[in-house]
């Protein structure tokens, strides 16, 4: 990075921070710090729900999905329109009519504190470990990228979200996020236009799209039926609603951008507007991958993505082996030239037809090389044991480094940083207001004024900051980071739905019987994930709302009679 990229992000990201801290100036009362002044318009807090849910991991993590794996993870975000609609007529009245601080006081009333706490529990582990996560993938970037310890990175990354978080608490996460997708949204459009217009000649969006097609990169729809397959449209339309109608609708998270709304219109609004742009959003993403998968079809790639694993292999006993596999790289890469070469001539003449010969050759090439790089990741795995060895979060990031011009670097790096402080802040605000509201006010010191829970509030949201720093710092880094948020959450959501949706649903059953079933059911989930498939985790998001509506009402029955 030259000087001039540094002063670009110091300049963007001491913005955030100072904006941040002017704008929640006035905040003087924990129901203000906790819940804000509830009085944002719809375009706001659409714009904060967004920025909740797209941290660093989206804007690092999904076009290394987009390179690996092509289109197919848009899917995912096909259930999320329906999660909106169904929220913003079932769910938000019943929070607005309550005017809760936070979404687990409405489980008090309609069950039990047993139930309040039991709920915010499963929520603060699973918010707490995807916080964590949301902290280590800028992490880990600013730590290859500057030669930083990564416990030192982590741990700068976060004193500045907490500075401001505490500062304003949840009106400086509101108010920055409007400034931070408007850093996040223009950066991600300009990085497009940045890959397009460094391929050559002849080849333009059409073309390469055509190119990226070759070996299904492009392919969208998988209308097959597979447990094991993370991605189709039954798993994104059936799954992935269940898992977006927890998130949403029980996630303090999110819950508590909405409930910061001026109105229930307002509210409503802001749920509807990010269901109508988050599709294509993540299309846009994920279209940046692909195209930086055409461009390294053009521009020798490395091997393997990730610099400080390339570094170890090479300085070990499996250096000559990782050299030999470079070599049959460079190898098929000449051989892919040759025939690009032949298509993009035919493409400047107008023929925009890739002959079937030429495409079968490029899809073996790309089978070949993908073969080279598992060999590769096996070895970086022999040189050192304790790795990851997957570098799908380091392409976008190689390519941002490697090819961008001076300046944008810079703005490119602050959009990550910006959405990775957007998420981490809303998380810290929710962790802190269901620690204060749901069991330090309600259960542990229940008699004090507000100026005490105010200056409690600072703390607890310093307090988070530090475990999710020490659970940061020893994570290691997933298959693939994005993957890992959902499926944390999958693990928990389920259940947590489950609850919500008896309490709304089920007026029947009271709150011993869901005590217990939720009980049950996170038992029976956390066997499955971990002992039984992993790869279904998307499924366990209905299973586990199924399991404790059924078991609730079951034991209902029994204990009625």
Same mark, same amino acid.
């Given at each position: 990075?030259?000087?001039?990229?540094?002063?670009?992000?110091?300049?963007?990201?001491?913005?955030?921070?100072?904006?941040?801290?002017?704008? /929640?100036?006035?905040?003087?009362?924990?129901?203000?710090?906790?819940?804000?002044?509830?009085?944002?318009?719809?375009?706001?807090?659409?714009?904060?729900?967004?920025?909740?849910?797209?941290?660093?991991?989206?804007?690092?993590?999904?076009?290394?999905?987009?390179?690996?794996?092509?289109?197919?993870?848009?899917?995912?975000?096909?259930?999320?329109?329906?999660?909106?609609?169904?929220?913003?007529?079932?769910?938000?009245?019943?929070?607005?009519?309550?005017?809760?601080?936070?979404?687990?006081?409405?489980?008090?009333?309609?069950?039990?504190?047993?139930?309040?706490?039991?709920?915010?529990?499963?929520?603060?582990?699973?918010?707490?470990?995807?916080?964590?996560?949301?902290? #280590?993938?800028?992490?880990?970037?600013?730590?290859?990228?500057?030669?930083?310890?990564?416990?030192?990175?982590?741990?700068?990354?976060?004193?500045?979200?907490?500075?401001?978080?505490?500062?304003?608490?949840?009106?400086?996460?509101?108010?920055t996020q409007e400034l931070q997708m408007g850093i996040i949204l223009s950066s991600l459009v300009l990085a497009f236009f940045l890959v397009l217009f460094q391929l050559p000649d002849g080849v333009g969006l059409v073309e390469a799209w055509q190119i990226a097609g070759v070996t299904g990169k492009t392919q969208v729809i998988d209308w /097959?039926?597979?447990?094991?397959?993370?991605?189709?449209?039954?798993?994104?339309?059936?799954?992935?609603?269940?898992?977006?109608?927890?998130?949403?609708?029980?996630?303090?998270?999110?819950?508590?951008? #909405?409930?910061?709304?001026? %109105?229930?219109?307002?509210?409503?609004?802001?749920?509807?507007?990010?269901?109508?742009?988050?599709?294509?959003?993540?299309?846009?993403?994920?279209?940046?991958?692909?195209?930086?998968?055409? +461009?390294?079809?053009?521009?020798?790639?490395?091997?393997?993505?990730?610099?400080?694993h390339r570094d170890k292999v090479e300085h070990s006993a499996q250096a000559s082996e990782f050299k030999q596999l470079e070599t049959r790289d460079e190898a098929l890469f000449a051989q892919k030239q040759t025939i690009l070469s032949g298509i993009t001539t035919e493409m400047q003449r107008g023929n925009t037809t890739i002959p079937a010969?030429?495409?079968?050759?490029?899809?073996? !090439?790309?089978?070949?090389?993908?073969?080279?790089?598992?060999?590769?990741?096996?070895? !970086?795995?022999?040189?050192?044991?304790?790795?990851?060895?997957?570098?799908?979060?380091?392409? +976008?990031?190689?390519?941002?480094?490697?090819?961008?011009p001076t300046g944008l670097v810079g703005l490119m790096l602050a959009m990550i940083f910006c959405a990775s402080w957007g998420s981490t802040a809303s998380q810290l605000s929710a962790l802190t207001a269901t620690s204060v509201s749901d069991i330090y006010r309600r259960s542990i010191v229940t008699d004090r004024d507000d100026t005490h829970? +105010?200056?409690? /509030?600072?703390?607890?949201?310093?307090?988070?900051?530090? !475990?999710?720093?020490?659970?940061?710092?020893?994570?290691?880094?997933?298959?693939?980071?994005?993957?890992?948020?959902?499926?944390?959450? %999958?693990?928990?959501?389920?259940?947590?739905?489950?609850?919500?949706?008896?309490?709304?649903?089920?007026?029947?059953?009271?709150?011993?019987?869901?005590?217990?079933?939720?009980?049950?059911?996170?038992?029976?989930?956390?066997?499955?994930?971990?002992?039984?498939?992993?790869?279904?985790?998307?499924?366990?998001?209905?299973?586990?709302?199924?399991?404790?509506?059924?078991?609730?009402?079951?034991?209902?029955?029994?204990?009625?009679?």
């Amino acid at each position: 990075m030259q000087i001039f990229d540094w002063i670009v992000l110091a300049l963007a990201l001491g913005g955030v921070v100072v904006y941040g801290m002017w704008r /929640s100036r006035n905040i003087d009362s924990s129901e203000n710090f906790l819940a804000g002044k509830r009085d944002l318009p719809w375009w706001s807090i659409g714009l904060s729900i967004m920025a909740t849910q797209a941290s660093a991991i989206t804007f690092l993590s999904t076009p290394g999905q987009g390179f690996s794996d092509g289109m197919q993870f848009v899917q995912f975000y096909f259930g999320m329109p329906i999660a909106m609609v169904f929220l913003a007529v079932f769910v938000l009245p019943v929070y607005y009519k309550l005017r809760v601080t936070t979404a687990y006081e409405y489980l008090e009333q309609r069950f039990d504190l047993r139930m309040r706490m039991l709920t915010a529990i499963l929520f603060l582990i699973q918010r707490g470990v995807a916080t964590a996560i949301s902290i #280590y993938a800028p992490g880990i970037i600013l730590s290859v990228v500057l030669g930083w310890n990564l416990a030192f990175t982590n741990f700068l990354m976060t004193v500045f979200v907490v500075l401001y978080t505490t500062t304003g608490g949840s009106v400086a996460v509101s108010r920055t996020q409007e400034l931070q997708m408007g850093i996040i949204l223009s950066s991600l459009v300009l990085a497009f236009f940045l890959v397009l217009f460094q391929l050559p000649d002849g080849v333009g969006l059409v073309e390469a799209w055509q190119i990226a097609g070759v070996t299904g990169k492009t392919q969208v729809i998988d209308w /097959s039926f597979d447990w094991a397959d993370r991605y189709n449209v039954w798993s994104g339309i059936l799954g992935a609603t269940f898992l977006f109608l927890s998130y949403f609708g029980t996630d303090q998270s999110q819950v508590g951008r #909405y409930l910061s709304g001026k %109105s229930l219109k307002e509210s409503r609004v802001g749920l509807l507007f990010n269901g109508i742009i988050k599709v294509p959003m993540q299309f846009l993403v994920l279209a940046v991958g692909v195209m930086v998968f055409v +461009f390294y079809q053009f521009n020798a790639p490395p091997l393997h993505f990730n610099q400080v694993h390339r570094d170890k292999v090479e300085h070990s006993a499996q250096a000559s082996e990782f050299k030999q596999l470079e070599t049959r790289d460079e190898a098929l890469f000449a051989q892919k030239q040759t025939i690009l070469s032949g298509i993009t001539t035919e493409m400047q003449r107008g023929n925009t037809t890739i002959p079937a010969e030429a495409q079968e050759q490029l899809k073996q !090439i790309e089978r070949q090389r993908n073969e080279l790089r598992a060999a590769a990741e096996i070895l !970086i795995k022999k040189a050192d044991p304790g790795v990851d060895a997957k570098d799908k979060d380091y392409v +976008f990031i190689n390519f941002i480094l490697e090819h961008i011009p001076t300046g944008l670097v810079g703005l490119m790096l602050a959009m990550i940083f910006c959405a990775s402080w957007g998420s981490t802040a809303s998380q810290l605000s929710a962790l802190t207001a269901t620690s204060v509201s749901d069991i330090y006010r309600r259960s542990i010191v229940t008699d004090r004024d507000d100026t005490h829970y +105010f200056r409690v /509030s600072r703390w607890f949201t310093v307090g988070w900051g530090i !475990i999710i720093v020490v659970f940061a710092t020893y994570a290691d880094l997933f298959d693939n980071l994005i993957q890992a948020v959902n499926m944390v959450g %999958s693990i928990f959501y389920g259940t947590i739905l489950g609850i919500f949706f008896t309490a709304f649903f089920l007026k029947t059953v009271q709150g011993k019987a869901v005590f217990q079933a939720a009980v049950i059911t996170q038992i029976i989930i956390i066997y499955l994930f971990f002992f039984v498939n992993k790869d279904a985790y998307l499924w366990y998001n209905p299973l586990g709302c199924g399991l404790v509506m059924g078991t609730g009402w079951i034991l209902q029955q029994f204990q009625n009679r």
